[in-house]
Structures are given as structure tokens and as C-alpha cells.
Nanobody, 125 residues
């Protein structure tokens, strides 16, 4: 089973930056596209960014384009999310997961294992 451990969240002022990390184990990381999701209180969990298994193709939700950058290090089984110019509306718990990417469609989570514990990002105004 896939296991995921997210870290790097925290409290930051609007306009600030954070870098999230997610360590993947249980399967061969380099064969999976990976995505970052977020869930704010009372809202659904949505994908915000994704990266193909070799890193050449990325996806960003419109709400984070130009501010967030996803990357991966296959040697470390880790996917990152660099978040710049943070806004209060970015406040959420952030999760990573293996995903299926297809063209310009929103990536979908692959059903391998449970979600990780997530990492809380809070942006103050």
C-alpha cells in the first residue's frame, strides 16, 4: 500500500511563501504522476497541482497558476509544492496523492491506500 507523509505547512502572512514536501513509500514512486490537493473547512478536497512521473508535464488549477510550482525528486521519493504570493483563500489542509493525468483534464486521485495526515497551511490577512 502507498503511504504518504506531508510536511512543511504553517502559519504565514499574505504574500509569504511556504514549501510543502510529501514523502511516498510502498510502491515505485518514479512510475506515478503525483498531485497536491487541498481541503478548506466545509469544502471539497480539490486538486491544485500535479506532475507527471518524469516531471515533464505539469497541471495547475487556475486559482494557483503563476504562484505555485510543483516539482519532484525521484531519487528521494518526494514531491514538493512551492507556494508563493500566498493568499488567505489558500488556507487549507494540503495532501499529496498519486494521480492519473490525461491531457488538460483535472487529474484524479488513484485509489492506492489512504490519504496521508495532510499538512495545515494558514494564511493570515
Amino acid at each position: 500500500q502507498v503511504q504518504l507523509v506531508e510536511s512543511g505547512g504553517g502559519l504565514v502572512q499574505a504574500g509569504g511563501s511556504l514549501r510543502l514536501s510529501c514523502v511516498f513509500s510502498g510502491r515505485t514512486f518514479s512510475t506515478y504522476a503525483m498531485g497536491w490537493f487541498r481541503q478548506a473547512p466545509g469544502k471539497e478536497r480539490d486538486v491544485v497541482a500535479a506532475i507527471a512521473w518524469r516531471g515533464g508535464t505539469t497541471y495547475y488549477a487556475d486559482s494557483v497558476k503563476g504562484r505555485f510550482t510543483i516539482s519532484r525528486d525521484n531519487a528521494k521519493n518526494t514531491v514538493y509544492l512551492q507556494m508563493n504570493s500566498l493568499k488567505p483563500e489558500d488556507t487549507a489542509v494540503y495532501y499529496c496523492a498519486p494521480v492519473y493525468m490525461r491531457g488538460n483534464n483535472s487529474p484524479s486521485r488513484l485509489p492506492y491506500g489512504d490519504w496521508g495526515q495532510g499538512t495545515q497551511v494558514t494564511v493570515s490577512s
